[in-house]
């Protein structure tokens, strides 16, 4: 998978694909990731990317000119499966979507700054709006990591055992079942004889419960989709 991200600080990008299982993903060629800075789009010496927006009213407005002219020339170079806006108005992340994302070959993220984008170029040439919660960042950039994070680690291969991603909470609509690790008792603290049992089956089953009664107390909206 490839992914090109238009953003005006890419220096909010530092790092964030460059740990744990994004830079194993980007090692092993399984995508990549590269960073584009509108500015160099821009059509003035100031490098302008927004303009104050017709009709009045506070707040400026990426303008549609750098988009298009940013969007046209990538576009020579790739054809995108999805042309992807984060704004707060977008259809709300879930794991379904990131499901989706992760089959796709080419993908093209434009972060939003300031009141927002040109409503002509969402029109014109966004294919999907993305909104990774009912909370308005300063910018798209986080929310841009939060999507391709979550759909890059659902790319074949890029966990060594892939049943481990289909196992996370969200994958089949229910939240993981409590985890454990050595050692089996700290100050008192026991974990459940059931896990210690060594008996698979029960260990399946008491994880499938587990995992209903915690979707059912904390997400019950989960069992009702
Ligand atoms: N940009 C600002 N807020 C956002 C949000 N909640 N989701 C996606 N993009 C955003």
């Given at each position: 998978?490839?992914?090109?991200?238009?953003?005006?600080?890419?220096?909010?990008?530092?790092?964030?694909?460059?740990?744990?299982?994004?830079?194993?993903?980007?090692?092993?060629?399984?995508?990549?990731?590269?960073?584009?800075?509108?500015?160099?789009?821009?059509?003035?010496?100031?490098?302008?990317?927004?303009?104050?927006?017709?009709?009045?009213?506070?707040?400026?407005?990426?303008?549609?000119?750098?988009?298009?002219?940013?969007l046209e020339d990538l576009q020579q170079k790739r054809k995108y499966d999805e042309v992807i806006y984060l704004t707060p108005d977008g259809e709300?992340?879930?794991?379904?979507?990131?499901?989706?994302?992760?089959?796709?070959?080419?993908?093209?993220?434009?972060?939003?700054?300031?009141?927002?984008?040109?409503?002509?170029?969402?029109?014109?040439?966004?294919?999907?709006?993305?909104?990774?919660?009912?909370?308005?960042?300063?910018?798209?950039?986080?929310?841009?990591?939060?999507?391709?994070?979550?759909?890059?680690?659902?790319?074949?291969?890029?966990?060594?055992?892939?049943?481990?991603?289909?196992?996370?909470?969200?994958?089949?609509?229910?939240?993981?079942?409590?985890?454990?690790?050595?050692?089996?008792?700290?100050?008192?603290?026991?974990?459940?004889?059931?896990?210690?049992?060594?008996?698979?089956?029960?260990?399946?089953?008491?994880?499938?419960?587990?995992?209903?009664?915690?979707?059912?107390?904390?997400?019950?909206?989960?069992?009702?989709?």
């Amino acid at each position: 998978m490839h992914i090109d991200i238009v953003t005006i600080h890419p220096g909010l990008f530092a790092g964030a694909f460059e740990h744990s299982i994004l830079k194993r993903a980007v090692q092993a060629n399984l995508v990549s990731i590269n960073l584009i800075n509108l500015r160099d789009y821009a059509t003035d010496k100031h490098r302008s990317v927004d303009d104050y927006q017709y009709g009045g009213g506070a707040g400026m407005v990426m303008m549609i000119e750098p988009l298009v002219l940013c969007l046209e020339d990538l576009q020579q170079k790739r054809k995108y499966d999805e042309v992807i806006y984060l704004t707060p108005d977008g259809e709300l992340f879930n794991q379904s979507m990131a499901n989706q994302l992760s089959l796709k070959s080419n993908l093209i993220l434009f972060c939003g700054h300031y009141k927002g984008i040109d409503e002509r170029f969402r029109q014109h040439f966004i294919t999907k709006e993305i909104s990774i919660g009912d909370y308005v960042l300063s910018g798209g950039e986080p929310a841009a990591v939060v999507v391709c994070d979550a759909a890059i680690r659902l790319i074949p291969g890029v966990i060594n055992d892939e049943t481990s991603a289909l196992s996370d909470s969200f994958q089949d609509d229910l939240i993981s079942p409590p985890v454990y690790s050595r050692p089996a008792d700290f100050r008192g603290m026991k974990v459940p004889d059931v896990l210690l049992s060594g008996h698979e089956q029960n260990i399946t089953a008491w994880r499938y419960e587990q995992a209903v009664n915690r979707t059912k107390k904390r997400r019950p909206d989960l069992l009702n989709s």
